[in-house]
């Protein structure tokens, strides 16, 4: 998360960051010639040999515990034209226990490698240690909180705790490397390492070289040998002992409560500022933001949504083309869910972040605009050598606008404009003209008739000069292209603009050429043949298509119409000529002899153009025929009728509940004896409590879900208050009883972190045995954004508590989280699944337990007092195949009351709903979470923490979506089911 204090810290170094010119002597770096399979110069990557844009997106394989719906996910990544996924690797996750790795079921990366393979992605690797990312601890793991000093410096204890960890997932990568027949091209070791503090908590403007050092050398020992990268928080110069320098950038902020009027201009100066820190590397962007995290009381992600939609890819992605950006990964592409309390206190369940794929897996428009973009730079490898060699700013009729133009310095004749609204948070429209350079000379454009370039509000476009489409010669083209390709001989551009606008292209050509609009009113083109050039002006409708002779075929649509279009195969090889017009998502396209099976989702009718060559003579999707006719430019069209079936859903407020009472610590004579004592007296924790004992949950080894403390006491006589200063993370909350009687509740508030309460005791008498019970929310552990600081560490527990008219004896402390702690006994959900509360330490959380003898309640009826009540029903699906339904469980929240529910699906923790904070009322639980094709256990703690109780308002299953196709069979995930807890309490 880009915190405040990141923030502020940008500020306070970005100007006087000490920028290496080289590595320092002594550091470790390893060379290409490790390996010859993937290389880079000063422009790009190449693989095998091939130069390439690397165009990727970041996926957290551990914010998807559904292996087989990875291959969902990255196929549609790269049916956006990409060619990459970043993935992190969260430490805390598979270490939870320090010493032993949980590489198996869900937490496996196999299956993740396999997918990305068979999707025909590259992955960027970057498991840490540190990754931030908004997740718990920034990957740090809870454990860590015993381990004496500084993290993500050379502290001896802190390498001795990472060592173990990089030497595991550094083999899985290394295992799972292109020189091994893998997908992994790039490696990076830890992460916005940029931020750096000295052990009194000032600020360090030095880096820890030798961290980074031994860094690289455990990656080398591990057998990675791809190039290394580092993704510094700014162009700040850390980390350049890489093999390839990189950075991330966030331009258009997090400010989701107002969109787009908060955009910051967009910067020009990174080209610059990469040049002076790597300039033998490829300008590499490591993180650009794809969406924004959402903190509890945030605007939700719909509102981020309209901050980081459609308009913000086409300002600022193409501002980041003008800096020449040639490894581009856009954070996130899909974000996932923060299930199982792998949240930082920062954010909530969802960690949808919108992103151009939801966090059900459905696409937004986003992701539309992204493919065009994409597209577009595949298939125009100049990019990939151009560099910005000119920024004109100029004020046009009530705007200004700015473009970079770009020069293809080794092919030395292409130029790419760049042209953005210099203020893109300004709602202005402008129409102008352009200077560009061309082989031709200096031209002024459009060139016909008046028409003049129109760039509206929130949008940018880029400009061609000397474009080589295959064989022919692209003059210029204001219209942007979107593809190419040349299919049976003959060369077919796919153009597009906004509907209404006018835009031309200027092909090169000396033979006089018929032009012939097929397709679309012929009164909306104009052109003019010279003796070495035809230009045309299209005013653009949905679709024009123009035959310029036999051998053009030129494609003019609107944005909208654009986004029907799919490219199976951008490789600029033609190993697979074909274009498809037409479905939701197009996932595969292969020959097989003369048929071209094409597979994907559609929802309602679908009209498929097929744009291939004459080879193909049939066509099925999703292996069904597609009956199509010849249309008047020699492609096939033909029609899809979707079917979805309609499937009923239970209605969930209707079904048999059963419920305990998990609050059974409150009542008199519960015995805690087989809880863990807190009896340390020493913590290593840099905040040393006031407390006689230490009560931080981590030393002790909880580190998520509900905390419940116990302190026996003996009375004096006459206490008649308690005090406690407690912390538990933003949005936090608690509740506090003396013996059975209930004191009160800090009901929280979003940005909150800790709080000290008072709470009025009914006069103890003396000699009395008091039990003070706290059950409170762990939000988290905090994360670690600067190297050296211990901010993970931040205690869950108390650090002080005082009484008020006498001073009791202690007895004893006593606390709890989940069963077991670190020595969790839920392997296939991991040790962050389950929380501290008595219902969840059983096990009845789980399938399969019998819950017959329980007491009939439903949540909608919920509690009449405070404590916490703990509900469950079982219900059955049957969503037949061949389909995507995602699902998700929505709750009520026209009333806000101080309550939280923790749901469980199968077992599997799937959200966080606190009624009164929010913002998120709707629980996306993928399908393999649940189980589609029969039974469902959902299990939900109530926790009321107000005095009048509390119940829920509504509760519902819903399908957020329904296409016809999907990636095919979804294996449940395991769930293991209910058996009795050995020694549980
Ligand atoms: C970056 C960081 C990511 C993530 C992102 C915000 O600074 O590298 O891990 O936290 O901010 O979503």
Known sequence: MVSFSKIALFAAVAQAAVIPQESPAGLKVRQSGDQNVITWDKYSFYVNGERVLIYSGEVHPFRNPVQDLHLDVLQKIKALGFNAVSIYVHWGVVEYERGKFNWDGVFNLQPFFDAAKAAGLWVIARPGPYI????AGGGLPGWGARVEGQWRN?????TAAWQPYINSVGKIIAKNQITNGGPIIIAQPENEYSGFMNPDGTLNPQEDLEYERLLLEAFDEAGIVVPTVSNDAWIGGHFTSVDVYGYDNYPAGFDCANPISSWPDPPDYFYAAHKDVAPNTPNSILEYQGGAFDPWGGAGFEQCYKLIGPEMVRVYYKNAYASATHLLNIYMIFGGTNWGHLTNPGGYSSYDYAAAIAEDRTLREKYYEIKLQANFLMVSPAYLTSVPVDVQKFPTSGSNITITELWDEVGEKQRFYIIRQSKPSESKDSAFKVNIETSAGPLTVPQLGNAALTLPAHDSK???????AGPVDVLYSTLEILTWKVIDGKTVILLYANTGESGEISILTNTARKVDVRRGKSSTVTFKQTSTALTLQFVVGHETVAALGDDILLYVV????????????????????????GSYLLRTAKFSGNTLALTGD??????????????AQAYTWNGKRIDTDLTRYGTQEGRYRTTTPRVDVPDLARLKWKYINTLPEVSSGYDDSSWVTADHTYTPNKIKPLTPVILYASDYGFHSGNILWRGHFTATGGENEFNLSIQGGNAFAYSVWDNDKYLG?????PAPSAHNGSYTLAPWTKGSNHVITILQDHMGLEQNWFGGEENFKSFRGLSDYSFGGATPTLKQWKLTGNLGGEKFVDWARGGYNEGGLFAVRKGYHLPGFDDSNWASKSPLKGLTGPGVEFYRTTFNLNIPDGVDYPMAIDFGNSIKESYRVEIYVNGWQFGKYIDDI???KSFPIPQGILNYKGENTLALSLWSLEDGGAALESIDLVIRNKVEGGVGTVKNSPAPSYAVRPGSY
């Open 558 to 581: 609107d944005r909208v119409n654009a986004y029907n279009f799919w490219v199976p195969d951008v490789n600029l090889k033609d190993d697979l000529p074909v274009i498809i017009k």
């Open 602 to 615: 559609t929802n309602g009718t679908t009209v498929f153009e097929v744009i291939a060559p004459k080879k």
């Open 745 to 749: 509740s800090f009901t929280g508030a």
């Open 462 to 468: 880029i400009l061609v000069t000397d474009y080589p």
């Open 154 to 158: 050379s502290n001896a204890n802190y």
């Open 918 to 920: 929010g913002p998120q």
């Open 132 to 135: 931030n990312a908004e997740s």
